[in-house]
Every structure is written in C-alpha cells, then in structure tokens.
C-alpha cells in the first residue's frame, strides 16, 4: 500500500511539472497561483519574440480581453493584467483606446481591487452600452472570503473619450453566490441584452458537480438583478464554463448585430472557455425567448469534438457589436508556450489575437472569422507569386520582404485529385490525424502550404498546409498547423493543432490560406476564415532577418499557386512600446 502511494505521489508531481511546462493552469480559479513570482517586476524586457501588430502592454502578464466595446468613435479594450510580473496574479482591468483597434494607446488601469467586493480580485466581464448610449461594466469580484461576486462599474465622466476614470458604486456586489451556487466557480458576466418584457438579462459561467452553467439573471434597472428559474443553457460532463459568450449573427451577409436586436432573421452563437480542457466551443442555435432558452441546432454539438474560433492557442475569448461598422469583432487571448521561468526572464507574457469580423458561414452550421480590414494599412513592401506549379516534393522561398512579421495570402488550385489518400471514417480527430502525417510525410494530394518562421537549412520551420483525402462521398480537405520543427531550443511545448475545413475542393479545385506571422505568433485562416489556428512559436535561428518563407508541396500530386502575395506588415502604436 505504502508503494502505492509512493508511486501516485510521484505521478501527481509529474503531472503538475509538465502541466507547469506547458502553461495549463490547474487550480480552481482558472489560473495557477505562484505567490513567489507574481510580484517579480521584470528586470529587462527581451523584445527577441515580442509580436510586432499583436496587441500587447510593453512588460508583464496578460490574459483574458475584456469588455470590448465601441463608444463615441473610440474603440476600448480592456483586458486581464499584472502589473507587477510576468506570471499571473495581481490582476487588474488595464485599458487601452484606439481609433482603428490596429493602433493603440495605453491609459491608466480602469478597475483595480480597492474595496471589499473585489480586494481579492478583479476578474473578467463585459460591457453593455445602456440606452441613452451610456456604457457600463460588469465583471468579477473576488471578495475576502474568495467568493466570485459579480460588480458594477459606470465611467466617472462621460465626455472624456477615453473613459479613463470608472467608478465602483457601495452598493457593490449587485449579483452574489447564493441559492446553491458554487462562489469558487460563479464568474465572467455577458455582455447583457434587452428582452421584449423591457428586462435585461446576462449569463454567469458556473457548474453544477460536472456540468457546465450558464446562470441566467434579469434586470429591469440593470442593478437588482433575479436569477432565473432555468439557465439559458447548460451541458452535462463539461466542468466550469469560463468567458460564455452570447449573441445574435444575421443569417445571410458579413453584418453584425447588436446583442440586444432581435428578428426572425437571426441565429445565435453561445461560446464557452471550458476550464477542464482550456479550449473554448462554440454551438450555433436559436433563442427561444418565450422560454429564455438557448437551443443549439441538431448538428451543432456542445462537447470536446465541436465547433472552435481557433483550432490553437485560444482562450477566454470575447466579442462585441462594433455599431460604428456594422460588424461583430471577436477578440481572444493567446498564451506563451515557452516555460514559466522563459516569460519571467522575458519579462512578459501573453498576446491577444488580431481582432476578427465573424458573421455566419451561408450554410448556416459554422462561423467565418476574417481580420478586420484595418489591419490592411499595415501592409508594407509585397512580394508576389502567380501561376506557378510546384511539382511534386517542389519548394520555392518567397523572398525580398522581412517574413518575421508578415502577411501571406495564398491560394492553391488542386485539379487533379486520382490521387487523393483514402480517407479513413475513424478518422474523427482532426488533431491526431494532423500529429499521424505531419509535415514530412508524403501524401497523395498535399501536404502542400508554407513553411513559415524557417532557418535557411531549414532545421527550423512551422508548417502550415493542407491534405485531401478521399472519402465515398466526398473529398475531405484537412488543415494542419505543426510547429513541431519550430525551434532548436528544448522546453517547449509545440503541439500539433488541426481542423477539417468544409470546402468543396471538387467545385472549384481551390483552396486558400492566409497566415499573420509576427515573430513568435503564427494565427492562420483556412478556407477563407473558415478555420482558424493560432500557435506560438520561439525560434533560435529563424528570427528576424534570418527567418524565411516558403511554399511547398510535399505530396505526390502537382499544385499550383494561382496567386501568392506577401506584406512585410508595419508595426503601429502598441501602447507605448
Ligand atoms: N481568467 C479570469 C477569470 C476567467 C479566467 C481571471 C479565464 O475571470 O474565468 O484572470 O482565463
């Protein structure tokens, strides 16, 4: 018996060093406490693998986004910092303005602990513009007791456009854990919505023993807040939902929709950041308001094999109405994959993604996410390629731009398809097929994309490409993102990610990828934004100058790029850095 637990000792203390390893938080509370670091202000701030256009504070750690929103012609994120190191802890709301979400500037912290209902803690929310165009925030209290409680902010001064001062009324907490709610796991309030009684109402993530919660509450003044009798939706198996998500998409065309609007024309997204995983899915429904519930649609499952923005690294995403152009803006976070001990000497950690449009996809099952077109000013010197075929086991470098911080767009014509791998229907996880036939095994039609962030003898390369296979029915196009080869350095965690892209190969013969490379981030679109996979990478020799870029194709069956163009992007306003 002894030797037992001998044994399972050691296996525990395995499992949380290469949990540390690779950055997965494991303690409730979302994110793994290190009282000794949290509070270790970096010594120097190593720009080595800073991105150059991803939204980043000059130093320290960052985390979830933040109330998004739009007010009076300034866009404001906020987002989950330290301000003290670079691990997590310490957390504060930072905040940023920008009139272009591309160029920002940083302002003071806009909600700090400094009162009971969240001493220990401000913790994630949103916010809601009130009628009469008055934004409001609502987020997480950690209170003495490390109870979640949810807290109301309002700007202090309305005519200030950067709304840099916010104000935390007495009568703090407004929603509290109480009836049987779990207060260690009762966090990250919606963005709220108006329903046709003249009632707002939002979601609370929580979990009942292992199902996954989202608590609803109502309001007719936006403080006094009731808890439903039934949640807006909820599934069994799937531990604590951090960061729901939920709003209203058009069902035909790119445009967005105020999360309070509501028409026969609408669907509905509901998101969540599943703690146990640390992936988020999303399901795509209706909203029964004459019941308050949401209802994915039959195809639209709510466990680990559904629907993600982002196949890679991403979490604790948020989106909002952007009413100035019409549009839904997605932001979310990526974490470091290096070590704990790289992001302290770093001296910082964590990136938010590009912010991206999303809209439904016309067949109604998925979403499209595509960077905001503003991103596009940043387009500098291009290079291009244009009806070229790479022959079988072909490579061929796209050069006279700086590829560390670049963006490619490709798209590929594969005509001839007899050769296409039969596709195995066992073949369920798109992941696991990705980390099976990796970059360097031969293929019948693919793999073929880039190899980005490469060494010049190639030891070094994330490669991002595509294979399609044949199944009785159909051709099946995968998209892969494999850093596996990234880097030289040992103690890094470089997973494999993937995805199935619902393209018609057969249609048209084509299939497009474009991939925003910036120096230690690698975010990619498959299939015109119909994947999505963000991965971070730290090379030892491809950085800077000395990174290349290629297209290849590895499989058996000729390719041909019909069009190739790629932009040396240029770095904006990052906050002061
Ligand atoms: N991060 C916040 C929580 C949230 C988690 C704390 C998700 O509110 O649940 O920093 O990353």
């Given at each position: ?87 997590w802890g310490n957390i504060v709301w930072a905040h940023s303005v920008s009139t272009d979400m591309i160029n ?150 790119v445009r967005g929709v105020d999360t309070s609007e509501y028409n026969g024309e609408l669907k509905y997204v ?273 950085v800077g100058s000395n990174a290349h870029l290629y297209a290849f194709n590895y499989g058996a069956e000729d ?19």
């Amino acid at each position: 018996m002894e030797r037992f637990y001998r044994v399972l000792w050691v296996f525990m203390v395995l499992l949380f060093c290469w949990r540390d390893i690779i950055n997965v938080e494991v303690v409730d509370g979302s994110h793994l406490v290190l009282e000794d670091l949290q509070s270790v202000s970096a010594a120097v701030v190593d720009t080595k693998y800073k991105t150059g256009y991803h939204f980043q504070p000059p130093e320290h750690w960052i985390n979830d986004p933040n109330g998004p929103m739009y007010y009076n012609g300034v866009y404001h994120l906020f987002y989950q910092y330290n301000p003290k190191g670079a691990v997590w802890g310490n957390i504060v709301w930072a905040h940023s303005v920008s009139t272009d979400m591309i160029n920002w500037r940083a302002v003071d912290p806009a909600i700090y602990p400094s009162k009971p209902f969240d001493i220990n803690g401000c913790w994630s929310g949103s916010a809601t513009i009130l009628p009469g165009n008055k934004p409001v925030i609502l987020y997480t209290g950690v209170d003495p007791q490390n109870q979640q409680v949810q807290n109301i902010a309002f700007p202090k001064n309305l005519s200030d456009p950067d709304l840099r001062e916010w104000v935390k009324p007495d009568y703090n907490p407004i929603i509290a854990p109480v009836d049987g709610i779990n207060g260690s796991a009762f966090r990250d309030p919606t963005t709220a919505w108006l329903g046709p009684d003249r009632r707002w109402r939002l979601v609370i993530g929580t979990k009942r023993r292992s199902r996954g919660v989202a608590v609803m509450y109502r309001s007719k003044d936006f403080i006094h807040w009731v808890r439903a009798k039934h949640p807006l939706h909820s599934a069994a198996g799937t531990g604590m939902w951090e960061c729901p998500d939920f709003f209203p998409v058009a069902m035909r065309g790119v445009r967005g929709v105020d999360t309070s609007e509501y028409n026969g024309e609408l669907k509905y997204v509901f998101k969540v950041s599943l703690d146990l995983t640390r992936y988020e899915y999303y399901t795509i429904g209706s909203y029964r308001r004459d019941l308050d519930k949401y209802v994915p649609d039959g195809a639209s499952v709510d466990n680990g094999s559904g629907l993600r923005y982002d196949y890679g690294n991403f979490y604790a995403s948020k989106s909002f109405f952007d009413a100035g152009k019409k549009r839904r803006i997605l932001w979310g976070w990526t974490n470091e994959s290096d070590s704990r001990q790289d992001d302290i000497d770093k001296g910082w950690a964590g990136i938010q993604t590009v912010p991206r449009a999303v809209w439904l996809d016309p067949s109604g099952k998925q979403l499209i996410q595509w960077p905001i077109e503003e991103l596009e000013r940043l387009r500098g010197r291009l290079v291009s390629v244009k009806n070229k075929v790479l022959r079988s086991g072909g490579l061929v470098e796209i050069s006279g731009i700086l590829t560390s911080q670049a963006n490619v767009v490709v798209s590929f014509e594969v005509t001839a398809l007899v050769k296409a791998e039969r596709f195995d229907p066992s073949w369920s996880d798109p992941q696991k097929l990705c980390e099976r036939k990796g970059t360097e095994a031969k293929g019948g039609v693919g793999p073929f994309g880039l190899l980005v962030l490469a060494s010049s003898g190639k030891e070094e390369y994330t490669s991002v490409f595509f294979r399609i296979f044949k199944s009785p029915t159909k051709y099946v196009a995968l998209m892969c993102q494999d850093p596996s080869r990234s880097s030289v350095r040992a103690g890094l965690y470089k997973p494999v990610y993937g995805a199935f892209v619902d393209v018609d190969i057969k249609r048209n013969g084509q299939i497009a990828l474009r991939s925003l490379i910036d120096h230690s981030a690698v975010e990619s679109f498959g299939g015109e934004g119909r994947v999505c996979i963000t991965s971070r990478v730290y090379p030892g020799m491809a950085v800077g100058s000395n990174a290349h870029l290629y297209a290849f194709n590895y499989g058996a069956e000729d390719v041909r790029i019909l069009d190739l163009k790629a932009w040396e992007m240029k770095k904006p306003l990052m906050n002061g850095a």
